[in-house]
Structures are given as structure tokens and as C-alpha cells.
Nanobody, 124 residues
Framework: HVQLVESGGGSVQEGGSLRLSCEVS????????VGWFRQAPGKEREVVAT???????IYADSVKDRFTISKGNAKTVVYLQMNALKPEDTALYCC???????????????????WGQGTQVTVS
């Protein structure tokens, strides 16, 4: 079965950087979308960034030019490089996966069937 495991979270000061990793195993579809989502206490889950099989990426406006989503050489790892972190970036970050669609990655988190447990990011 499909498993996703996140790592790389932690506590940093404003302006700092972190790199999150999402290791995906058991995924057998030829095409995919992997997304990073985050949820802060008392707020709804929101999309941060997505990447599809061909490398096409989508970013939330709030993280454009600060965050970069990428695939690792092993193709089973997806990274989220986060720079210039702000206190409002504090949240539980989760990666999720689904089969790819022709129209591009879906940003609706409810359409992703596979999820990791999440990794906490705290910016002070």
C-alpha cells in the first residue's frame, strides 16, 4: 500500500530556512501529483505547493518566491525548500499523493487519498 513519510520540520527564527522531505513508497501509478499542505491551529488546511510527474509545479501565492517544491533523484522523494520563513508559516506540514490528471495537479486536499503523518514547522 502507499505510504508517505515526512521529515525535516523543526523550529527556526524568522527569516530562516528548512527543507522538508516526503518519502513515497508503494505508489504504482505512472503519473502522480504530490502536494504539500499545511494546517495551523484553528485554521483550515491549505495547499502550499504541488508537483506532477513532468515536474510542473503550482504554488500558493503566500509562498511564491520563498518555497520550492522539487523531486529527488530517486523519484520517490519530494522536497519542499522553505526560505525566508515567517511566523505565519507555522503549521503542521503534510505531504499527500494522488494519481495524476491531464488538467494538472488538483489543489483540493480532499481529492488526495494518500497522506503522511505530517511534520511540525514553527517560526518565531
Amino acid at each position: 500500500h502507499v505510504q508517505l513519510v515526512e521529515s525535516g520540520g523543526g523550529s527556526v527564527q524568522e527569516g530562516g530556512s528548512l527543507r522538508l522531505s516526503c518519502e513515497v513508497s508503494g505508489y504504482r501509478y505512472k503519473s502522480y501529483c504530490v502536494g504539500w499542505f499545511r494546517q495551523a491551529p484553528g485554521k483550515e488546511r491549505e495547499v502550499v505547493a504541488t508537483i506532477e510527474t513532468d515536474g510542473t509545479t503550482i504554488y500558493a501565492d503566500s509562498v511564491k518566491d520563498r518555497f520550492t517544491i522539487s523531486k529527488g533523484n530517486a523519484k520517490t522523494v519530494v522536497y519542499l525548500q522553505m526560505n525566508a520563513l515567517k511566523p505565519e508559516d507555522t503549521a503542521l506540514y503534510c505531504c499527500a499523493a494522488r494519481a495524476g490528471v491531464r488538467s494538472g495537479c488538483i489543489l483540493d486536499s480532499t481529492k488526495y487519498p494518500y497522506w503522511g503523518q505530517g511534520t511540525q514547522v514553527t517560526v518565531s
